[in-house]
């Protein structure tokens, strides 16, 4: 194979850390990106590889296609095969989610299943650059800060199980996966609805993105990937500097209000996350300053899950909800 187009050497260098013969789950869709994936993944020695597909039910025999594929695949690299399925259009009406979103969660639970009962500490995932340059230009035009903007992350916890989401093709480009996969000769499935504008995603991969490299005369997905990478570990510095602060039960005002307003922000979320259970939004954050800079009524907001943020004394502080004891 041509040097230039082997991407083992990168993806060795993000799971050296990694045991290779403990059990990792690695989703594959059956596309391009996920077969290259698991393709590196044997070529970097893991031997006990867990192969995980989700079944959505949104694309009928195409999708019945796919499984069967990923499901050969499997045996074929001598690796366990686990397959989900769901009713991510029913979920989507029922909760009020997008296809992506409801999509998302389920696949993400199944995930989190299949981590748990193979007692795997590492989920990879196939995600790559050009991936995260849509995610930035998503959360940028919603006008979220460092933790939407940094959202895809090379390392994540798995909600819900003791596994980590490990992204080692974050640093790869699209491009470079498809040069892989052809000098690999790789057979993989094309899922025809990555070429429908129906979905957001899609629109920033095959319009935006497209529009904003002629802007620039340059591909910016990897430039942009790196960019994405460096304000997550500013992130997690960030939110260092305010984790002991965030634990107090109640936070006194005097102080409070000498800090910069980025301080005040960045304390007030990662507080109201620890009393609530719950990340809280932007309008929720401002809300909650507002409170503590004034002094006048109302003297109390509401917040997720029925808890309320008071000011009373100096202080501000977070109410649970209160129990309703129901008489048998």
């Not at 507002?290 to 502080?317: E, M, Q, T, W, Y």
């Amino acid at each position: 194979m041509n040097k230039a187009a082997d991407l083992l050497p990168r993806l060795l260098g993000r799971v050296e850390h990694v045991p290779k013969s403990a059990p990792c789950v690695v989703g594959v869709s059956g596309g391009c990106d996920s077969v290259v994936l698991l393709d590196l993944l044997r070529r970097a020695g893991f031997s006990n590889l867990v192969v995980a597909h989700f079944h959505h039910g949104l694309r009928g025999a195409t999708a019945t296609r796919d499984a069967e594929f990923v499901k050969k695949l499997a045996e074929a690299s001598k690796s366990e095969f686990v397959i989900g399925r769901g009713r991510t259009r029913a979920r989507a009406v029922g909760r009020k989610e997008s296809i992506e979103e409801a999509a998302r969660h389920l696949r993400r639970k199944f995930f989190a299943k299949t981590a748990k009962s193979a007692g795997a500490t590492a989920l990879f995932l196939a995600h790559h650059a050009n991936d995260a340059a849509e995610t930035v230009l998503f959360h940028l035009a919603r006008g979220s800060g460092l933790r939407g903007l940094t959202s895809l992350r090379a390392t994540a916890p798995l909600e819900d199980s003791n596994a980590l989401v490990l992204r080692p093709l974050l640093g790869c480009t699209r491009q470079q996966i498809e040069h892989y996969a052809n000098a690999r000769r790789l057979a993989f499935c094309t899922d025809e609805t990555n070429f429908s504008r129906d979905h957001t995603r899609n629109k920033l991969r095959h319009d935006v993105l497209p529009a904003l490299a002629g802007a620039v005369m340059f591909d910016p997905a990897a430039p942009m990937a790196r960019a994405a990478e460096i304000l997550a570990e500013e992130d997690d510095w960030i939110e260092s500097m305010v984790a002991a602060e965030a634990s107090l039960m109640q936070i006194e005002l005097r102080p409070f209000r000498q800090l910069p307003v980025a301080h005040q922000r960045r304390l007030l979320r990662a507080w109201l996350r620890a009393r609530t259970g719950r990340e809280v939004d932007f309008d929720t954050i401002e809300q909650a300053r507002r409170l503590a800079l004034s002094s006048s009524a109302p003297a109390k907001i509401n917040l997720p899950r029925g808890h309320h943020c008071r000011r009373r004394a100096g202080k501000i502080f977070v109410e649970k909800p209160k129990r309703i004891i129901r008489r048998k």
